[in-house]
């Protein structure tokens, strides 16, 4: 059964940083294209990043250049690295750890305040 649990979210001022972890179980996160989706109220949920087998992503233009993806592979683990948080950064989080996969975690609440 696959399943990934996000963690790392919390109430951050604006211009600060968290880092967002997603570990899953029974699934190779690196052997996959998985990607962080978040989710504002009242919005649709939104790829923030890509991350494929080769380390190749795709960051939204929302976020370039303030988050980061990362992979370790003995932990079978993603993180996202967010800095310079901003007012807009607020949502839920979910980690998808397969695009062919419709499997989600429960989501880390991010609530960035200025």
């Known amino acids: 059964q696959v399943q990934v649990v996000e963690s790392g979210g919390g109430l951050v001022q604006a211009g600060g940083s968290l880092r967002l972890s997603c570990a899953a179980s029974g699934i190779n996160l690196s052997s996959n294209v998985m990607g962080w989706y978040r989710q504002a109220p009242g919005k649709p949920r939104l790829l923030v990043v890509r991350?494929?087998?080769?380390?190749?992503?795709i960051y939204a233009d929302s976020v370039r250049g303030r988050f980061t993806i990362s992979r370790d592979n003995a932990k079978n683990t993603v993180y996202l690295q967010m800095n310079s948080l901003k007012p807009e950064d607020t949502a839920v989080y979910y980690c998808?750890?397969?695009?062919?996969?419709?499997?989600w975690g429960q989501g880390t609440q991010v609530t960035v305040y200025s």
């Open positions: 991350l494929t087998p080769d380390s190749r992503t």
């Open positions: 998808k750890p397969s695009f062919s996969l419709d499997v």
